[in-house]
Structures are given as C-alpha cells and as structure tokens.
C-alpha cells in the first residue's frame, strides 16, 4: 500500500492488492459465524497507520461527545473537519467509489450507499474502565427513512493493544446465548460485517488498559435502498450471565428507544439525547445512594 503522504494527493489504500485478496476474502466473508464477516490484517501500510494514530491524538477535544450509560460508556467524534489529513483521507477513500466495488464484490451487495454524516460511526474511543453492551445496530438510517443498515467497518487504530486489556468485539449467536467469535482490537486490523436485527455484538467487559490509553477505532455504516425497511432502533440484549443487570440494560434500551424515534421524528440531536440517557443514569444512582 502506497507509503506517501495523503497531503501530495496520493492514496492511502492500495486497491489493486484488495483485489488480488478477493477470492480470500469472499470466502471468509461468506463462511464468517456467527453471521457474515471477515477480518482485514495489515490494512494500511506502517507509515500511514502511524500518521492515523497521530491524527487520532490530535482530534480536537471539543469535539467528542460522551456516550456515558448503562449500556455503554465511550466517546465519539463524527466531524471530520476536527479530524487531520490522514484519518480525513483513509476515510474519504473508503467512502470513494472505487473502495464500494470492492465491498460490493467481497459480501455479494450491490448499489452500497455511503453515509457522508458518519451518523453513529465515524471516530470511537473508550478509556480504562470503558465498555459497549451487547446489541444489534438500528436497522434503518435516522434521518433516511429508506436506507436500510446493511454492513459496519470498523478500523482498529491501537498501537500495542495486549489480549489482556480485553476490548475484544464479541460476535454472538442469533439467540443471545454464546460468543461465536472474537475480534480482538489491534492495530491496523479492519472488520467488516453483515449487519441486522440479529447481528448481536459487543465488548461488554470493562477494559483493562493502563491509563491513559484508550481503544480506538474508526467505523463506517453502509446502507442500501429499500422501500420499506424495518425499522428498530438498537437492541441492547442482557448475556447470560448478566444476572441482577438485566433490568437496567432493557431500561435503557427502552430510553434509547424513545430518544429514538424522537430522533427521526424531531430531528433531535445525538447530544442530546446522551444528555437524556445520562439523566437517567444519574437518577437511578441518586435512587440508590
């Protein structure tokens, strides 16, 4: 992959290797459990994956929104104008039509649609301590009604991630009662997957990285047309194990739920609706004290 600066104008992903790859990865793709995926080593070369991680610790401040409840506790960024030149660039091309052909050949999708607002996506970091309950993704795009979820690109951008911090993303049976498969989160790793009303996934253990690190990672959502798709907003689903915590998951699922569709009804910011969600943490606490 080329090793040259984004700035000059040049790419930061070597398509033509991709494709040598497609036979490969299809196959992966295709046979992935517990539903459809495929994990992508060594997507960038050395040199732009070092510029990615500066850029990530360069990401302005302000910019990241806290998503600080039951079910998970991170932040985000969707602002690629507070992003710098590489992390703009390597998500540019993967947004580029030329990176959509590929993916359109790697899972059998046709006429994949980007989504340029990055909602829900773009960048993600959790600190020591951080977590994302299980769930299945919102199925239909909030602010297009037509535009049915259909895939999630994730690009891990940790240098020297250990096993032992946890933060492997768990990939679960239809049913909620197994992890099938777990990705652990190192650096320059990409995962691609198949998403719906089932694709249940998480890393739902509080993480055990030294402070001052975090686990980061870019994420890109693809749609595709649909007359009436299904809409569900995200399903946060109790594991087994998960004992007394059951309750306060499906509370503040059904929270989610109402900042939901008050979303796509009133055009309701994500800001705020974290806002909304963290009054509801901070009540139950005060129930409890």
């Given at each position: 992959m080329n090793a040259d600066s984004p700035s000059n104008g040049t790419t930061v992903l070597d398509l033509l290797e991709l494709r040598k790859r497609l036979p490969a990865l299809k196959e992966g793709f295709s046979t992935g459990h517990p539903y459809k995926h495929v994990v992508i080593d060594e997507f960038l070369t050395p040199q732009v994956f070092q510029r990615a991680l500066t850029d990530f610790d360069l990401v302005s401040k302000?910019?990241?929104t806290g998503y600080l409840h039951i079910n998970e506790r991170k932040f985000a960024n969707s602002e690629p104008s507070t992003?710098?030149?590489t992390l703009r660039q390597i998500a540019a091309e993967l947004n580029s039509p030329e990176f959509i052909a590929i993916l359109e050949e790697l899972t059998g999708i046709p006429n994949l649609i980007v989504d340029p607002t990055f909602e829900g996506g773009g960048l993600h970091q959790s600190l020591r301590g951080g977590f994302l309950n299980m769930h299945?993704?919102?199925t239909v795009h909030p602010h297009y009604?037509?535009?049915?979820?259909r895939l999630n690109l994730l690009l891990y951008c940790n240098e020297n991630w250990l096993a032992e911090y946890g933060g492997g993303l768990e990939l679960w049976d239809a049913t909620m009662s197994r992890a099938e498969t777990v990705v652990h989160p190192f650096g320059n790793r990409v995962l691609i997957f198949a998403t719906d009303a089932t694709s249940f996934h998480g890393h739902p253990e509080p993480l055990q990285c030294p402070d001052g690190m975090a686990r980061q990672s870019m994420a890109l959502y693809y749609f595709t047309h649909e007359?009436?798709?299904i809409v569900k907003s995200t399903d946060y689903r109790a594991r087994p194990t998960d004992g007394s915590k059951r309750i306060l998951i499906y509370l503040d699922k059904i929270a989610l739920r109402v900042?939901?569709?008050?979303?796509?009804?009133?055009g309701i910011s994500n800001l705020a609706g974290t806002k909304i969600l963290q009054f509801v943490e901070r009540l139950r606490h005060s129930r409890h004290d």
């Open positions: 302000e910019q990241w992003w710098g030149p299945a993704d919102f009604r037509h535009w049915k979820r007359d009436k798709p900042f939901d569709a008050a979303k796509r009804k009133l």
